[in-house]
Each structure stands twice: as C-alpha cells, then as structure tokens.
C-alpha cells in the first residue's frame, strides 16, 4: 500500500524538515520520499486535510483498557482503537487487570490479543505478586515476553526494602522499577486534596505530604542502589522540587504527569462529580503552575493521559465511594494544545517516554519506520460525550473548552483516521 500525505506540516525537532510543510510518500510503512510537490497516482491512498500537521507518533506512558476481567470498561481490541483515533500510535498498558499481570503468560496474553494492531501495546508487568506488595514478581521472565516497565498501579510499595531489592535485582536486565507516590498511612481514608476545598465540602483529605515522602523515600532507596526509577503521575510542587534535586545529583529518576492535573484542580470538586475523583488527587492551582513549569524545565519527563475506564456502576454513586480513574486518550491533545506549544507536546509525549521505556527511536526522514501522529493544533471545541470514543464515558473534561483537532494515524503500515 502507498499513502501519500499531502502539505503536512512535520514536528519533529531531529528532523531535518522540522516545521516545514510537505509532501511525505509512505510505501509498506516506509518513508521513501519527502518533497515539496509529489505527484498523485490513481493507486495512492491520499491523505489531503485542513492545516495537517504530524510529529513522530505519541506513546501514553500509562493506560488501563480493562482486559482481562473488566471488558465491560473496555476492551483491548476496542481500546487500541480508541488510542489510534486519539494521535497514539504506542500505549503502555497497566496491570490494572484481574488476574492482574505478573507473570510471562499474562504479557504474552496482552501482546497476542492485539497483534497487528495499529496501535502498538507495550504491557508494564506488576511489580509485586498480585499487586499485593508482599513477594517480587517474575520481572525477568516478563521483560523476555515483553514487558517494557514493572509497578503497580496506583498501588505504592509500602515494603522499603522490597523496592530496594527490586531495584538492585532489574540492574541485572536493565529493568525500569516505577513506584506509586503515595503513603497510604498519611493519606489514610482520604479521597480529595487536603485543602481549603475539601474542608469546606467536608470530604476527607489526601495531604500533599503524602505523595512527598513516598518521593522522598523512593529517591533515597535509588541513590543507595542505583538502577533506574520511574515515579509516574506526579501532582504536587514539592514533588517536582524533590525529583528536581534528585537530577541534579545524577540519580537516574524520571517522572510523568497526567494531562487532567495541568489542566484542572480541585476547585472542580465543587459539584460532587466523581469523574473528578481521580488519583492521585487534583491539587492547587500552585500546584498546577508548578507542574507546567516543571515540563518546560524538564524536570517532568514525560505526560500521559493515566487512562482508566470506569463502568457507570462504580463511578455514577456518591463521591466518596466511586471507584477513582478518568479516561484520558480522546481529550489529551485537546487540553494539552491549550497549555503548551507543539514542539514541548511531542516531546514530552514521544521523544521523552520512547527513550526512557526503551521503544526504537523514531524519526520523519526517508527510509524510515512511518511511525506518525496525524493533527491539526487549530479548532476549538467544547468536550462533550460525542467526542468520546471509549466503551465507559468517565471523562474529567467533560464541558471543558479544548483546542485541536486529532485526525488519526499512521502506524505498523495502517492508516487509521477519524470519520
């Protein structure tokens, strides 16, 4: 199959037609011609669109599709489809399943199911048994079936010196430990930031410290062991502070933000919507500044949309007892392209998270891989449910005013665009 790409903009900062509008031949999957004017055959797919622009494809660095045990959220197969119309052409998936993902059979399960697909999967193994905490998982044998990253999903390693083996034991594979931020003992039963907001709807607070200490402590485990450590989903100013100093110690530490914890904060709580319950908890508007700042910094490595679908059952009830989770693909470019310039987007949502999860660098030049994100950063729009492509609706932007539009993809030699 031959597609042809007609006047796309390309944002790509390692290549050498970054920012420039052209014409991009793509053959079998292969980019075998970039020019200004490429002649049109009958037997091209052709891909004209207003104002198109395409980067190097975006990868979620964190993304829950239910399968297996919770296909009424979302299914694998519908779920990568969902990736796709939403600009990813790579997504991680959690082990936020049942059986949770912690042993060979269970990656090769995620990998085969969806084979083939346009969108890659690239399956994080649990870092504990279970996701209980208690005994390591078969990290090894994972990451030979695939697995890219091992943690537990928004479950934190209470055990010190279970993450300190688990950091000294991935050294051997060059293994990416990542680690939850959070202390469940402070946090406690709490379920909105501990602030002025909570206090006044009278819902139990998740303190800042409690995110901080975790940190804290991750980062002196990983400055006694060495290894590699991931701390994802990141919420408060003190956190990005902590991991700012880690750096300039050299401690190899990265760190990710959710797009809804740039955008919102815990002044939405106000209507008791429990599509606003999410974890970690959304913060302060200081909080929020210092997150963005953080990206443009480079303290933050990376942004993920934290994908997690929720059936009505377990989210449309009283705050407090509905389930946490947002789903984030559909809305991630949208919000995002209201906050940061193109080239800090691609970067913090391609070029960083492949590096850092060891996916094959890409880049938008002859002869290479045709990996692409497909996009125009002009349109405003408000979220509403008919944007919403995933099976569960449970979105924290639901009524926000995004800016953007996602046309699709081009990955694994399949064209997928929105209708």
């Known amino acids: 199959m031959t597609t ?16 420039q509008t052209k014409d991009i ?10 020019d200004n004017n490429i002649p049109q055959k009958d037997e091209y797919q052709v891909v004209e669109l207003d104002n198109l622009h395409v980067s190097t494809g975006w990868f979620d660095t964190s993304v829950s599709f239910g399968e297996p045990g919770y296909e009424e959220r979302e299914t694998l197969r519908h779920g990568v489809q969902v990736a796709a119309k939403s600009g990813f052409t790579d997504v991680a998936i959690n082990p936020n399943t049942s059986p949770i993902v912690d042993n060979k059979s269970a990656v090769e399960f995620l990998i085969n199911k969806v084979n083939g697909a346009a969108t ?24 030979q079936s695939g697995a890219i990253a091992f943690g537990d999903y928004n479950k934190p390693v209470s055990n010190d010196n279970l993450l300190k083996i688990a950091l000294l034991y991935a050294q051997n594979f060059d293994g990416l430990v990542l680690s939850f931020p959070k202390n469940n003992s402070i946090a406690g039963e709490g379920v909105a930031n501990e602030g002025k907001n909570s206090t006044l709807l009278g819902l139990k607070g998740i303190p800042a410290l409690a995110e901080e200490i975790q940190i804290s402590r991750d980062l002196f485990l990983l400055e006694y062991t060495g290894g590699k450590l ?20 050299g401690l190899n530490v990265t760190c990710s933000v959710a797009v809804h914890h740039l955008f ?3 002044d939405e709580l106000h209507g008791f919507d429990a599509n606003k319950k999410v974890t970690p908890p959304l913060r302060t508007e200081e909080d929020r500044k210092a997150l963005i700042k953080g990206l443009k910094d480079g ?10 679908p929720i059936d009505i059952e ?34 913090c949502l391609s070029n960083n998270p492949r590096e850092r999860f060891g996916l094959n660098k890409i ?34 932007f639901l009524d926000k005013k995004l800016q953007g539009k996602v046309y699709g993809i081009f990955n694994n030699n399949q064209l997928v665009l929105n209708s």
């Open 4 to 19: 042809l790409l007609k006047s796309a903009t390309i944002i790509d900062a390692s290549s050498p037609y970054h920012k």
């Open 25 to 34: 031949l793509i053959n079998d999957g292969i980019i075998t011609k970039i």
């Open 120 to 143: 890659s999967i690239h399956p994080i193994g649990a870092l504990t048994q279970q996701s209980k905490g208690v005994e390591m998982s078969e990290m090894y044998d994972m990451q």
């Open 230 to 249: 991931h701390i994802p989903t990141i919420s408060t100013a003190k956190s990005v502070q902590l991991i700012k100093e880690a750096k300039k110690k």
């Open 264 to 266: 919102l904060t815990d």
């Open 299 to 308: 303290t933050i490595d990376m942004i993920t949309t934290d994908h997690n």
């Open 314 to 347: 377990h989210k449309k009830v009283e705050f407090s007892t509905a389930k946490d989770g947002t789903i984030g693909l559909e809305s991630a470019f949208g919000a995002l392209n209201t906050l940061l310039n193109i080239e800090t987007i691609v970067k």
């Open 363 to 396: 880049t938008i030049k002859e002869n290479e891989k045709a990996s692409l994100s497909i996009f125009s950063p002009e349109r405003d729009y408000t979220f509403s449910e008919e944007n919403i492509i995933s099976t569960s609706k449970n979105s924290v």
